[in-house]
């Protein structure tokens, strides 16, 4: 793997699941051969489990690992080519990502949507340039369209409780205050579709995903009817991509709740976090000894050294 920017990046998903399986069982087996490797986390954007899991996963492989917070301690980066620097911008990506590769064997950036230009957005401007101009491999920490190690994550979890070869899962939108990216959703979407699972994804009309991540999964726009036979329900909110960036409606009839789970094959309930509580999901639902949200986020460190592992052993 000479990167990891989607699940295209990931030629067999099979064995990388079995490959996660035995880091799972034994994470502190020792890699001799890394004990010089270094792993730089960027961050443009805030972050819990990302940060956490990734500084984690890197020592448990005994790999040197630096935390860069670019917002609160580094210059203001210019990614547009030919840009004059006249203003807020004190040093290009060309030579950030530039320099920073030559400190380090992985660097792995965290940048989100802005949600203002749906076309700039789903270029993936920030995470490309690092790609094009950083000399080592970098690693995709959530960029504006994707977050494959989080998707990673949720897929081991699935593994970890499915009961059939092929579970319903469901990818419901539910309510937030604040518009957020489509990032988790597309990715959770593509990584549950190449897993093989049956997919439904259901919301409210106008907040579609974009057709290359919804792919062949079942779309609905009825809570209730999706829910039924559910083995899996993993809710999620997003802003919408037709009407880029926007909060068409805050229902609350969207939030999920028991009566909703109820309705499920005994449901796991699933969500990546952070998560607001009684907005998306009700007390009783989270707390309840079917969430799996705690074991999702636990993953996150599995799905990380995994990643890193199979890029440093190159
Ligand atoms: N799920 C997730 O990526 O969490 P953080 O934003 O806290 O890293």
């Given at each position: 793997?000479n990167g990891?920017?989607?699940?295209?990046?990931?030629?067999?998903?099979?064995n990388l699941?079995k490959m996660?399986k035995d880091?799972k069982?034994?994470?502190?087996?020792q890699?001799?051969?890394l004990?010089?490797?270094s792993?730089?986390?960027?961050f443009?954007?805030?972050?819990?489990?990302?940060r956490l899991?990734?500084q984690r996963?890197?020592q448990?492989l005994?790999?040197?690992?630096t935390?860069?917070?670019?917002s609160?301690?580094g210059?203001?980066?210019?990614?547009?080519d030919?840009?004059?620097?006249n203003?807020?911008?004190?040093?290009?990506i060309?030579e950030a990502?530039?320099?920073?590769?030559?400190?380090?064997d992985?660097?792995?950036v965290?940048a989100f949507?802005?949600?203002?230009?749906?076309?700039?957005?789903?270029?993936?401007q920030?995470?490309n340039?690092?790609i094009?101009?950083?000399p080592v491999?970098v690693?995709n920490l959530?960029?504006?369209?994707?977050h494959?190690?989080?998707a990673f994550?949720?897929v081991?979890?699935?593994?970890?409780?499915?009961?059939?070869?092929?579970?319903?899962?469901?990818?419901?939108?539910?309510?937030?205050p604040k518009?957020?990216?489509?990032a988790?959703?597309?990715?959770?979407s593509?990584w549950?579709?190449?897993s093989d699972?049956?997919l439904?994804i259901v919301?409210p009309?106008g907040y579609?995903?974009?057709?290359?991540f919804?792919?062949?999964a079942k779309?609905?726009?009825?809570?209730l009817?999706?829910?039924?036979?559910?083995?899996?329900?993993?809710?999620?909110n997003?802003?919408?991509?037709s009407d880029y960036?926007k909060?068409l409606?805050?229902?609350?009839?969207?939030m999920?709740d028991?009566?909703?789970?109820?309705?499920t094959n005994?449901?796991?309930?699933?969500h990546?976090?952070p998560?607001r509580r009684?907005?998306?999901?009700?007390?009783?639902v989270i707390?309840?000894?079917?969430s799996?949200?705690?074991?999702e986020?636990?993953n996150?460190?599995?799905?990380?050294?995994?990643?890193?592992?199979n890029?440093l052993e190159?």
């Open positions: 793997m990891f920017f989607s699940i295209d990046d990931v030629d067999d998903l099979p699941i996660a880091i069982k034994n994470p502190y087996k890699h001799k051969e004990q010089n490797k792993i730089c986390l960027l443009l954007n805030p972050s819990l489990r990302t899991s990734s996963a890197a448990n005994g790999v040197h690992v935390v860069f917070d670019v609160a301690g210059w203001q980066i210019e990614f547009e030919g840009a004059v620097m203003g807020n911008s004190a040093e290009h060309k990502a530039a320099v920073i590769g030559t400190y380090f992985i660097v792995a965290r949507a802005q949600l203002q230009d749906r076309c700039l957005d789903y270029s993936e920030v995470l340039q690092f094009k101009h950083c491999p690693v959530e960029s504006s369209t994707r494959p190690l989080q994550a949720d081991l979890t699935i593994e970890s409780h499915k009961k059939v070869e092929k579970p319903k899962v469901v990818l419901t939108w539910a309510p937030h518009a957020l990216p489509q988790v959703a597309n990715s959770f593509l549950v579709q190449k699972y049956q439904t919301q009309k579609e995903l974009a057709p290359e919804v792919g062949n779309v609905e726009y009825d809570q009817k999706a829910f039924e036979c559910a083995d899996f329900i993993y809710a999620k997003w802003s919408s991509y960036g909060i409606t805050n229902d609350r009839n969207w999920v028991v009566a909703k789970m109820q309705r005994e449901a796991k309930f699933m990546c976090l998560v009684n907005v998306v999901v009700s007390d009783d707390d309840s000894a079917n799996l949200v705690v074991e986020a636990s996150r460190i599995v799905s990380a050294q995994t990643i890193f592992k890029i190159q």
